[in-house]
């Protein structure tokens, strides 16, 4: 995988808005997890939500590109 992966289209042509926007997102929420580990204010509902967040963009991003395939 390339790093341009992250930000521009399947043909790696051209920019992706929503592919940039959610990797800001994901960059964000992990800065803000690893800021509240580092202060050790991290609890365990920031756990559930981070790994829900995280976990379930990573699901929900692969079962449609499988159900996109199967079509």
Do not use: P
């Not at 920019?15 to 992990?30: E, F, Q, R």
Request: glycine fraction near 12%; hydrophobic fraction near 50%; proline fraction near 0%.
């Amino acid at each position: 995988m390339k790093l341009s992966d992250l930000i521009t289209d399947a043909q790696g042509e051209r920019l992706s808005h929503s592919k940039i926007w959610a990797n800001v997102a994901c960059a964000a929420g992990t800065a803000v997890f690893i800021k509240q580990g580092w202060a050790g204010t991290l609890t365990a509902d920031v756990w559930f939500v981070y790994l829900g967040v995280v976990g379930g963009y990573a699901v929900a991003r692969r079962w449609l590109a499988n159900k996109g395939a199967a079509q």
